[in-house]
């Protein structure tokens, strides 16, 4: 049932904003389901609520990718797509949704072992895309991801049951302290910032631009930074993130001359798909929120082998 009272991960609703404890785990089975991770590596996660792998990929095949975005971002076809968002006030693409359905060579990438067992790992079972995109924040005018957990929208927009996803950040630049990296809060995914605000119909047009709904409060978002502090991910490219779908998370804007780009993939539990968005929300589209098909991913070495 999509109650209030059945949800344990209420948010915007007319009540006040609210710091709710995780009652999720955040690795499941014990991380036992693959063996990608060394221990320590998985206790990190499970502590931190992300983890760094420093050049998983080759410069060959990080060049490869950024050639593939690069050609994608210029694309007619693609960019006349409402999967291809813009920058607010430009027409400079922001993001390419979709990614690993409109380009082959993101499609593998999405089964990539280097990958997939990873998401398979924390998530304790197979898994599925809930949503790829491909990120761009060009130099001097890439503008800010503004703080957020994506879970608390994708629970309230799209019907995500529980925490039992991840995302997957490719870094197809170099990440410096200068070019807007991603930001996380250490310890945030044990947390639940319940946020303040009814969401508008057709949220997801302006909040791919500009998020203004699902944003923490300064203060939620000051104890969990009193807790934890920030952690800027600079990084080479051919380095990956993973991360909690709760960690509170943003980026700054770049005035930089350095363009940032990376591949960005949700990998979510094949036991925890989408339900009816909260509140009589319509559901928002494919290409943000898969819904048509929950078949699990098969990773690329059994593909090749079968």
Same mark, same amino acid.
């Given at each position: 049932?999509?109650?209030l009272?059945?949800d344990?991960y209420?948010?915007?609703?007319?009540? !006040?904003?609210?710091?709710i404890? *995780? *009652? %999720?785990?955040?690795?499941?089975?014990? @991380?036992?389901? $693959? %063996?990608?991770?060394?221990?320590?590596?998985v &206790?990190?996660?499970?502590?931190?609520g992300f983890?760094?792998?420093e050049n998983?990929?080759?410069? %060959?095949?990080?060049q490869?990718?950024?050639d593939?975005?690069? *050609?994608?971002?210029?694309d007619?076809?693609?960019t006349?797509?409402?999967e291809?968002?813009?920058?607010p006030g430009?027409? $400079?693409?922001r993001?390419i949704?979709?990614?690993?359905e409109?380009?082959d060579?993101?499609?593998?990438?999405?089964? +990539?072992?280097r990958?997939?067992?990873?998401?398979? &790992?924390?998530l304790?079972?197979?898994?599925y895309?809930?949503?790829?995109r491909?990120?761009?924040k060009? @130099?001097?005018? #890439? =503008?800010e991801?503004?703080?957020?957990? +994506?879970f608390?929208?994708?629970?309230?927009?799209? #019907?995500m049951?529980?925490?039992?996803?991840?995302?997957?950040?490719?870094?197809? !630049?170099?990440?410096?302290?200068?070019?807007g990296?991603?930001?996380l809060?250490?310890?945030?995914h044990?947390?639940?910032?319940?946020?303040? @605000? =009814?969401?508008? +119909?057709d949220?997801? =047009?302006s909040s791919? =631009?500009q998020q203004?709904?699902?944003? /923490?409060?300064?203060?939620?978002?000051q104890?969990?930074?009193?807790? #934890?502090?920030i952690?800027a991910?600079?990084?080479?490219? @051919?380095?990956?993130?993973?991360?909690?779908c709760?960690?509170?998370?943003?980026?700054?804007g770049?005035?930089s001359?350095?363009?940032?780009?990376?591949v960005?993939?949700?990998?979510?539990?094949? %036991?925890?798909?989408?339900? /009816?968005?909260?509140?009589?929300?319509?559901?928002?589209?494919?290409?943000?929120a898969?819904?048509?098909?929950?078949e699990?991913?098969?990773?690329?070495?059994?593909?090749?082998?079968g």
């Amino acid at each position: 049932m999509n109650t209030l009272a059945n949800d344990l991960y209420v948010s915007r609703t007319d009540r !006040t904003s609210a710091i709710i404890a *995780r *009652r %999720d785990p955040v690795v499941y089975e014990e @991380g036992r389901y $693959a %063996d990608a991770l060394t221990g320590e590596q998985v &206790q990190s996660y499970e502590r931190d609520g992300f983890l760094m792998l420093e050049n998983v990929f080759g410069p %060959d095949e990080v060049q490869a990718l950024l050639d593939e975005v690069k *050609r994608m971002s210029a694309d007619p076809s693609i960019t006349g797509l409402e999967e291809a968002i813009t920058e607010p006030g430009s027409e $400079a693409v922001r993001s390419i949704f979709r990614v690993h359905e409109l380009s082959d060579k993101l499609a593998r990438l999405a089964r +990539d072992p280097r990958l997939i067992h990873i998401a398979r &790992q924390i998530l304790g079972s197979e898994v599925y895309m809930h949503q790829s995109r491909a990120n761009m924040k060009p @130099g001097f005018k #890439g =503008k800010e991801f503004y703080w957020h957990s +994506d879970f608390e929208t994708w629970h309230v927009e799209d #019907g995500m049951p529980g925490m039992r996803a991840l995302s997957c950040s490719v870094l197809l !630049t170099d990440n410096n302290e200068c070019n807007g990296p991603l930001m996380l809060v250490p310890g945030s995914h044990r947390q639940f910032i319940s946020c303040q @605000g =009814k969401t508008p +119909d057709d949220h997801y =047009k302006s909040s791919l =631009k500009q998020q203004e709904y699902g944003v /923490p409060d300064p203060l939620s978002l000051q104890l969990l930074v009193e807790q #934890g502090g920030i952690r800027a991910m600079t990084a080479t490219a @051919g380095s990956v993130i993973f991360f909690d779908c709760n960690t509170m998370h943003g980026s700054n804007g770049n005035i930089s001359p350095w363009p940032r780009a990376n591949v960005f993939m949700v990998y979510n539990s094949v %036991d925890n798909t989408l339900e /009816p968005p909260k509140y009589q929300l319509k559901p928002r589209p494919e290409h943000i929120a898969a819904r048509r098909s929950f078949e699990p991913l098969v990773p690329l070495e059994a593909a090749v082998a079968g």
